[in-house]
């Protein structure tokens, strides 16, 4: 039992990991872009938020029991980043407010729903026949949070070098990488045009 938990524990944080599935490393970016090191703890509810979302989605559909077009989800996964770095590029560095945060985290938990979506396909292949799917996809979840926490302590740690080492300012270091992220996920929605 221990064995198959480490099994789909690693799997979870080699998906989210894997250089060739950007589009969620860019996802995780864009969210990281607006925030400095000292608000680490807004980041990991935020990323919580995320990976409940799709971890329903990701259960639902690897159930057969929400089904959705893979056409129109991955269009969406790319658009859910072009949103959120649009987001930081509008937001003033100042507007640190409850009903922001609030608003962060539905969206966060929301564009979770749509990402858990993308990685249906991928976890009912590797499931295969297994009998129960709880404790798998239990452990698959636990795998991709940590990966996108291990991403999160990077993109901080980058950002931390930029601005607190080089002395770069932390609004213009938003802009490039909000408008990087905005930029690439724009090009993969217009590829993934569903119509």
């Known amino acids: 039992m221990g064995s198959e938990f480490q099994v789909f524990l690693r799997l979870g944080f080699e998906h989210i990991a894997d250089i060739a599935g950007y589009d969620h490393i860019l996802f995780i970016i864009a969210l990281c872009a607006v925030y400095r090191i000292n608000q680490w703890k807004h980041l990991v509810v935020l990323i919580t938020a995320f990976t409940i979302g799709h971890s329903i989605t990701l259960a ?3 159930l057969n029991v929400l089904q959705v077009n893979d056409t129109w989800v991955e269009f969406l996964i790319p658009v859910t980043i072009f949103l959120t770095s649009l987001f930081n590029i509008w937001e003033k560095p100042s507007s640190e407010k409850r009903l922001l945060y609030r608003l962060k985290y539905g969206l966060a938990l929301g564009f979770g729903l749509i990402h858990g979506l993308g990685f249906s396909n991928y976890l009912r292949a590797l499931l295969g026949a297994e009998e129960g799917i709880t404790f798998p996809l239990f452990a698959f979840n636990i795998g991709l949070e940590v990966g996108q926490l291990v991403i999160l302590a990077l993109v901080l740690g980058v950002t931390f070098l930029i601005t607190t080492v080089l002395k770069q300012p932390h609004r213009d270091w938003n ?8 930029g690439i996920s724009l090009v993969m929605a217009l590829e993934r045009l569903p119509f």
């Open 60 to 62: 639902l559909a690897t």
């Open 175 to 182: 802009l490039i990488l909000s408008g990087a992220t905005a």
